[in-house]
Structures are given as C-alpha cells and as structure tokens.
C-alpha cells in the first residue's frame, strides 16, 4: 500500500510529524514501513511556463522555437522537440540552473543555430514513471489547465513534493489497504482525531428506481448490492490535485469518472464500478453465478471463457463485469458517455479470488475483496464517489441507491481482563492506560472492574478474539517498552547437533578455500536426471511439473552446478569455482515418498591463481580439484581413512576421474567433465565432484590422542622403485605403510619418470619414508631391518625393482 504523506493530511493533523519520524512511529506500531520515496527529491527551479509563441525551428523540421514567460521581467526563448507542445499551453519549466532527476543540470545552449534557455518538460523528465503518466501525456510534454499560476513551483503544483510511504502489509490487516484506514492507525498512534471526507451533494428529483432495477440470484456470492444512477455526465480529465493523488499510489489517471472510482478505492477500501448505463442494453442488473463456458470481452479487450464457479454482473441476459475483477468492455465508460450506473457491492473473496486466479487477473479491486472489505462501508463508498461525480462531472444524482441487502453485519464482541494482558505481555499497565488505548483506537469498550469488554467496528475484520486485543494494547503501547525478562523453568541449552555441526564445518572450509556457495533447483528434466547419479535408481517424477525442464527430482548435484558454470562463462565470468551441499532424492520400490539424500558437490574452471605482478597464473586440474577435498577430509579428520581409486564414470574424462572410498566404501567421485560434455554446454575444462554426506558426518572417529613432542630424531630413507605402468600409486604407498609397522610413520611420494631410459611398459615412483620411535633413538640396524622388509614386501606384492 502506497501511502501519500500530503493526501494522509487531508485525514489526521500531522503537524510536527515528519515523513520519516512518521515512518518509525507505523514501523515501531507493527506494520512496517519498507521505503519513502520522494519523486521529486533533488529538482530545483522547475516552474509554470506559459508558451505565448511557438513556430517551427528554421533549420529542423522536429523541433519548435517556442517563447515561453517563466515569471520574470521577459519572456525566454526555449527549443522544444515535443510534437505536442503549442502556443498558449501552461507547460512546466526548467529554467537554466535548474536541476532535475539524474542530477541533470540545465544550462543555457544553443540547438541548431538557435538560442535555448531552458527546456519544457514531459513528467517522465521530472522522475514520474512512464506507466503512471496519462494517456494524453505520454509521448510528449505535461500541460497543465488554462488557471495554473505563470512562475508557480511547478513541483509543489503536480505534488511531486510528496513523500510516498510504502506498507508492507500483513493479510490480517486489510483495514490498512484505505487511507483511511491507515488515517484511523496514524491517528491511535499519535492521539490525535480522524477527519472523516464530506459527501453531500443536490439529488434530483427523479428516482433511480424508475432507471434501474436490481436482483440478485447468488445471494451467499453476493448480500449486498447497490446502484446508483447519475445522468448528464461531463467525461474529461479529473482536476489536478486527483491526478497526483493517484501517481503517488501507483495509479495510472484516465477520466474523471474512472479516477474518481480509484479515488474512492483507495480512499475507503471499497472497489466500486461505473458501467455506461447508455450501453446496458436493458433497465435490470441481475447477478449471478456465469453458465459453464459463458463468454464476455473484459475491458482489456480479451474474451474470457467462464465457469459456473466466476460470479458475473448482467443486463438481465449477457454478462457485462466478472465481479469484483473487471468491467466488460460492451459497458465501458467511453468519452461520449453521458448516463452511468455506479455499483458498489460486496462480494464474497473467495469467489473473487477464484476469477481473478482462473483468469490472471489481480487488480486493485480484487485484492480488496479477497482480504475483506468493511460491510458498512459499501454504500457509504458509493456516496462518496456520487458526490466527487457531481463535484467534478457536473453529473445529476437521481435521488436514493436501488439495493439488494441481505447482510448482516454484527460487530466483533470480546472480553478480555487485566490480568491477562499484564501476564502475557509482563507489564505492569493500569486499567486506564488500557481503556486509553482502545479510545485511540476508536474501538467501543465498556469496563467492569477490570474486564474489558470492547465492540470492534467492522473496518476492523481481525479482532475476534481476546488474543487480537492483547496485540493492540502491545503495540500501542510500545513493543520497546515491554519489559526485558529470563525464561523460568526448566530447559534445554541450544546448540547444534553434530551433523549439523560438520555441515557448518564443509562451508566454511570450502568457503575459505575459495569456492562460493550455490543453491541450485532440485528439479531437473528428465535428460540430466540420472547423469552422474551416485545411487543408480529410477528418477522421481512430479504429477504436475511446472515445466518440462523442471520434471524430475534430482539424483546428483553436479548437472546443476554445471548449469551454472555455463550460465557464467556465457557471460564471460570464466574462472568460477562453487559448491553446493543440497538434497538428492532416491526413489523406494512400493514406497510412496522418496528417501532425502544430502550430498556436497562442487566445480571447478579457469584460473585457480591468478598474480598478475609476478605474472603467475596457474590453471585448475585434477590435483586442485583433489586437492581440495584431502583439505576438507582433514578438516573433518577422516583422512586417513579415505583412498582415491581410477574410475569411469558415464560424463566424466576416462583418464582423469578418480572414485573415493571412505574404507571400503565408494562415497563420491571427482574427476574432469568428459570433453563431449563440455562441447554441449560450451564449457571450458571443467573439473567436479559429489559425495555423500551422510557417511563423512556420522563416521565414528577413533578417540582422539595426544602424543608428545618427540625428543629422539627420525631417519629418512627415499627409495626410486621400478614397477609396471598399470600399478597405481596409491596402491603401492599402501603395499609399503602396511609392510613398515610401527617404526614407518610418514611415506610420502615426490617422483614418477616414465622417459627414455626406463624399459617399455615400466615406470619408476621415488618415495620419501620417514623412521621414528618415540622411546629411543634408532639405530642403522633397525632400521636397516624394517626398511628390507618394506623392499622384500613391495618386490613380492608388486613386483617392484630398486632402480638403479
């Protein structure tokens, strides 16, 4: 809700209250105030100007030389391109030095040979946002009415010197969503009356009763329907004070009868509607629920197929309104109309809320009902607007409303004591203090001792229970002032749990090690679904997916996050490097629901280390990507239980792929995008990874031990071994750890030479192997001892060769 600071004025005094002081009272009330804007913050000397000549520019045919008095000694030649722009016109001015939205400054210059001090302006030009602007106005400069002022602020004159608060509204307070609803908040907050609008006017003589008839066939839809008829309508542009009033509530004006139907929308929060009486096509108003496949051409020119669930407004036979969304535009108010019919009813929300929802159609209107009008507002609306109509239409109000009024209306009655407000809340209010607010609030209340028993007025829709009152006399009475208090009682300290704890713990690793979180969408299509799945199982696929893209439930992490990757080298942010620790869903033979899997995935490409002083760069491989995750094992203290093991993996580079077995068990894989992969989503080298969650966050860890600083130094032996290609590594590494026992603390590998010198289908892998006892110094024998052993073992398990 658009609220604007001079119209709420017009309502609550609010001298000595300011926009932004305003703002943080209604924030610290308990209904926040998400912005202010103020359109014209920032123009300075932008005045009323009167064109008294304009003729064409000699030297261009678009443009005009217009001489324009801005209120000074002489009139001023301006240069104008507007193709709406002619002598006579009062036209808003920027003078030279005068500023304007953007900080564009006007200064005097010369176009085409010809001198120009200053510029004529469109309202676009003074910050009014294009979709706001009137019809007549949009493609050129504002022209004001013939009586504005010469040299008048033209700011102050289209109220661009307002401020707009904007109410983030919550659904229970829809009294808020009229001004004067938000004028009966403003005014219980600062104590201060409500100035209620005036709504008379000369009826006629005639009766609308001899015009109009009224029936309504779905009574439950529709208690209470009311028309008025008011003839001999002026149509033309509302007066200008209206105009800005609407702009500033987002508010697009038209013509006075269609903006004096807005007005009183936001006005009273009561939609009303203006048909044509002219093209009815009959004397009756009939409204009831529309016949299965029903048409009618909505105002925005679209023809609408109906059902039996839409509630429609009729001449007795067609239909000529979807109620409380949209006019049909047989019955629209034209520029030649001269007779309407001016409806204000209430209509039940959820039957507004099915049309507007079938139909997608959600207006000003439609929001109203759907979160609930004032019944006792309705008529009143309607009077309101038949009195602005005779104001500023010269229209003829036939005497009385024709109305069908089956509604009834109580008043909310709730009880509530003292004592209760003073326990939950943990104050010490008196019952004064209490009965002071509810006065603020202009909410009826009768007090025995201390039992509040208060009549809610029926602008007031969400006071119904005892609870409901206990939050106004919080609110007004100040949320800051409750006082600060310790829970009592017995409890249990927060904190999280050890899966969550390691969660936190990847994040914040794989954060620091430089890769940004993504949260990418768990529904995929059904090309990718089973695509670098780690548990091959039949994807889930939703009854009613938004689109074909977005069909299954995933099975793996990494064709999201290879989305991204995409997404950004197509826009040139080509080193990326994220992870995402996300749900995978596994399907359950002769299970209704899925099982909920988490996994921790990431990718990787471009550049891993860019130094542009010492011209280093190093791109990312295999080694990073593994690199990366021996980090995060330590972290998690399982890497000494993790081994990496070559792999083919459907997607993923032959050659570069590694899986990983936490024990015995494969957990995940990490490895290069197969390059065909990378062809078809226009990827450079890209390198990824997926594990489970589960088994890293709940492997039981062995105790943790402290040993001492070793006081006796450790010998170091390094071994070249000659084995054939198809050995890996990391099996050879284990084959010599296992064989060196206890004296064998560290074995670490620093070499592979596969060259000229080394026989066909060999290689030679240098090993570093660390010796150590923490109760003595070894000695040449012993270790000469453990280290044959280690030889003899690697030569019978591996067939491995000390090179020589």
Not at 113 to 123: A, F, K, Y
Request: glycine residues 8%; hydrophobic residues 40%; charged residues 25%.
């Amino acid at each position: 809700m658009f609220v604007s600071y001079k119209w709420l004025e017009n309502y609550v005094d609010l001298s000595g209250i300011s926009p932004e002081e305003l703002a943080e009272k209604i924030t610290r009330s308990g209904i926040e105030v998400e912005g202010i804007e103020k359109i014209g913050e920032g123009i300075k000397n932008v005045v009323v100007g009167h064109v008294v000549k304009c003729e064409q520019h000699p030297d261009a045919d678009k443009l005009n030389k217009c001489l324009v008095e801005v209120g000074e000694d002489a009139p001023v030649q301006i240069i104008c391109g507007a193709p709406n722009v002619a002598q006579g016109q009062k036209v808003p001015v920027a003078k030279v030095g005068a500023v304007l939205p953007g900080n564009f400054k006007i200064k005097k210059a010369k176009l085409r040979g010809e001198e120009s001090r200053g510029m004529i302006c469109s309202l676009q030009e003074l910050g009014v946002e294009s979709k706001l602007v009137p019809k007549e106005h949009a493609e050129g400069i504002y022209v004001f009415s013939d009586d504005a002022e010469v040299g008048k602020d033209a700011v102050e004159l289209l109220n661009l010197d307002d401020a707009v608060l904007e109410l983030g509204l919550t659904p229970n307070r829809s009294d808020c969503l009229s001004m004067l609803g938000v004028a009966y908040e403003v005014a219980a907050i600062l104590d201060r009356d409500v100035k209620l609008p005036a709504s008379t006017y000369k009826e006629s003589t005639e009766k609308a009763s001899d015009y109009i008839s009224v029936k309504v066939e779905a009574k439950e839809d529709n208690p209470l329907y009311g028309a008025k008829v008011i003839r001999n309508v002026k149509i033309g542009p509302s007066p200008l004070w209206m105009q800005n009033v609407l702009i500033a509530a987002g508010i697009r004006p038209h013509n006075n009868i269609v903006d004096i139907t807005n007005y009183v929308l936001l006005e009273y929060g009561q939609p009303l509607h203006a048909f044509d009486y002219d093209r009815l096509g009959s004397k009756e108003i009939v409204v009831r629920r529309a016949h299965d496949k029903e048409k009618i051409m909505t105002l925005d020119d679209t023809e609408r197929t109906l059902s039996n669930n839409h509630l429609v407004i009729t001449n007795g036979s067609e239909p000529i309104a979807l109620a409380g969304v949209m006019g049909g535009a047989d019955s629209e108010v034209k520029s030649d109309t001269t007779n309407i019919l001016l409806e204000a009813a209430y209509f039940k929300g959820q039957t507004v809320r099915t049309a507007s929802k079938d139909h997608g159609l959600r207006s000003e209107a439609s929001a109203r009902y759907e979160k609930g009008v004032d019944p006792n507002r309705v008529l009143k609306a309607g009077e309101r607007a038949a009195a602005l109509i005779a104001q500023y239409a010269d229209g003829e109000v036939l005497q009385g409303t024709v109305t069908f009024n089956e509604l009834e209306v109580e008043p909310a009655v709730v009880t509530i004591t003292l004592e209760k407000i003073n326990a939950s809340l943990g104050t010490t209010i008196s019952g004064q203090e209490v009965e002071d607010i509810f006065r603020r609030l202009q909410f009826e209340v009768s007090r025995t001792e201390d039992t509040f028993t208060v009549t809610a007025p029926t602008r007031r829709g969400d006071i119904t229970i005892p609870e409901d009152l206990l939050e106004e006399v919080a609110r007004l009475f100040g949320y800051d002032e409750l006082p600060l208090t310790l829970p009592e009682g017995e409890g249990t300290t927060g904190g999280l749990s050890p899966y969550q704890s390691k969660r936190r713990t990847v994040r914040k690793f794989l954060e620091g090690a430089g890769l940004f979180q993504a949260i990418t969408y768990s529904l995929t299509n059904d090309e990718k679904a089973t695509k670098y799945a780690l548990d091959k199982r039949e994807p889930v696929k939703l009854l009613m997916p938004m689109s074909e893209e977005r069909s299954n439930l995933r099975l793996s992490v990494v064709p999201q996050l290879l989305e991204v990757v995409s997404y950004n080298l197509a826009r040139q942010n080509d080193s990326l490097a994220i992870y995402e620790v996300g749900s995978i869903f596994l399907k359950n033979e002769g299970e209704a629901l899925p099982t909920e899997e988490e996994h921790i995935a990431g990718a990787l490409t471009g550049l891993w280390q860019n130094h542009s002083w010492q011209g280093e760069k190093k791109a990312v491989d295999f080694y990073v990507a593994k690199g990366v995750l021996e980090g995060l094992f330590e972290e998690l203290g399982i890497i000494d239980f993790i081994n990496f093991r070559a792999a083919e993996i459907d997607g993923m580079h032959p050659g570069r792929t590694a899986e990983i077995l936490l024990k015995e068990e494969v957990i995940g894989f990490v490895g290069s995008v197969h390059p065909e992969v990378e062809k078809e989503l226009d990827l450079n080298e890209t390198y990824v990874f997926e594990l489970k969650a589960t088994p890293i966050f709940e492997y039981n860890l062995p105790a943790l031990q402290y040993t001492p600083i070793p006081r006796h130094p450790s010998i170091t032996r390094d071994i070249a071994l000659v084995v054939d290609s198809a050995i890996n590594a990391g099996e050879l590494k284990q084959i010599i750890k296992d064989a060196g026992g206890k004296l064998l603390k560290e074995v670490s590998i620093f070499d592979l030479y596969e060259g000229e010198h080394m026989e066909p289908g060999k290689k030679s892998l240098a090993y570093s192997l660390k010796y150590f006892d923490p109760a003595k110094t070894l000695t040449d024998e012993e270790v000469v001892k453990t280290h044959d052993k280690v030889l003899a073992t690697v030569k019978e398990k591996a067939g491995a060769e000390l090179r020589g």
